[in-house]
């Protein structure tokens, strides 16, 4: 699988699903030149754009193209109308796909990611250049900026390395995880794009939408919350996904082993925890299994090395998917957890 930085010159049928929806199937010839219509209407009018977009599919043009035009894409943690006006104030435009909504005051300009077309020159990207700035959730504290560039976001190959194997070629993502926090943006966009496996473009996040949606395919996978898991097994029809689910992800909090082992029983397969940060990536996987006990250790990510501090008693977390922290010798960064 070739690297983030380099997807846009990859080899690919123009025809091939990238996303889907109620607006019907995107390709990836719509998605390419997309991307491309956007960075040529990007060019000259600044390099900072708050990126917010409510569907996956035009979130994704709107990620490339500002990587494209050489910009960086900000996202916010909220799309609450204070959160989005200070992030505006500070950029030099907005990319919406929701035109008709009441606009921040401080919006200066406001584009549609999906407005242009424009053949796609297959550019490879800067894989060192920051391309994006979000934002930790905050639960602990305010909410912090964080930079990543592409190959912070590489973790996508791992995740594939990992499981790429057990899943179809052709199966649908779905996600409960907004696509402007670390672990939608990687699970619900990124690794589906450059896995090739179709996304659901909008946001499903009651069980009386999403279960009937997952039970049309016959290979789907899903990254979800514990909160969200809890709700989808509270209802009987999960179990008519067993044999079509393939894998399910939980991540944003622990997931309570009760949850863990009620999706197993229902759907076959029991949930993979991911365990990391906006600041260091994903750092470990687990599966809570009703016939293991106690539950099984984490394993780490293969790049990903921790440590216990001796000084403050804090998890070290080094790895390439750390953004932010004390570089090593190997020019990889270093973070407290």
């Known amino acids: 699988m070739r690297s983030l930085a380099e997807l846009l010159s990859a080899p690919r049928d123009p ?8 607006e019907g199937v995107q390709t ?9 219509g956007l960075a040529k209407r990007l060019e000259g009018r600044g390099a900072a754009w708050l990126v917010d977009c409510s569907d996956s599919f035009a979130f994704a043009v709107a990620l490339f193209g500002v990587a494209r035009s050489g910009g960086v894409a900000w996202l916010a943690p909220n799309r609450q109308p204070g959160t989005l006006r200070d ?5 030099d435009g907005t990319l919406r796909d929701e035109p008709s909504e009441p606009q921040p005051a401080a919006t200066r300009i406001v584009l549609d990611p999906l407005g242009a077309r424009a053949p796609s020159s297959g550019a490879v990207l800067h894989s060192d250049a920051t391309v994006l700035r979000l934002f930790t959730s905050g639960t602990a504290g305010q909410a912090k900026e964080i930079p990543k560039a592409w190959r912070h976001l590489d973790e996508v190959a791992e995740l594939e390395e990992r499981f790429g194997s057990a899943l179809a070629p052709d199966a649908r993502v779905f996600a409960t995880a907004p696509h402007q926090h670390l672990y939608g943006l990687l699970f619900r966009v990124l690794w589906p794009l450059a896995a090739g496996r179709p996304f659901q473009a909008e946001s499903l996040l009651h069980p009386e939408e999403l279960l009937p949606r997952l039970a049309e395919h016959e290979a789907s996978i899903l990254a979800a919350t514990p909160a969200h898991l809890r709700r989808l097994t509270q209802r009987e029809e999960l179990a008519a996904l067993r044999g079509r689910l ?4 939980s991540s944003g909090g622990p997931l309570p082993a009760e949850t863990a082992h009620a999706v197993e029983r229902a759907v076959g397969i029991a949930p ?3 365990f990391g940060s906006t600041e260091t990536g994903g750092v470990a996987t687990r599966s809570q299994i009703r016939s293991e006990a106690p539950s099984p250790a984490w394993q780490t990510l293969a790049p990903v090395l921790v440590r216990v ?4 008693g804090c998890l070290r977390v080094a790895s390439p998917f750390v953004s932010v922290g004390t570089e090593r010798p190997d020019g990889t960064l270093e973070l407290d957890m």
């Open 246 to 249: 393939q894998r399910v992800f």
């Open 15 to 22: 025809a091939a699903p990238v996303a889907f929806g109620r």
């Open 272 to 274: 993979v925890e991911v």
């Open 87 to 91: 992030l505006a104030a500070g950029c």
């Open 28 to 36: 990836w010839a719509d998605f390419t030149e997309q991307v491309e």
């Open 309 to 312: 501090d001796p000084a403050s």
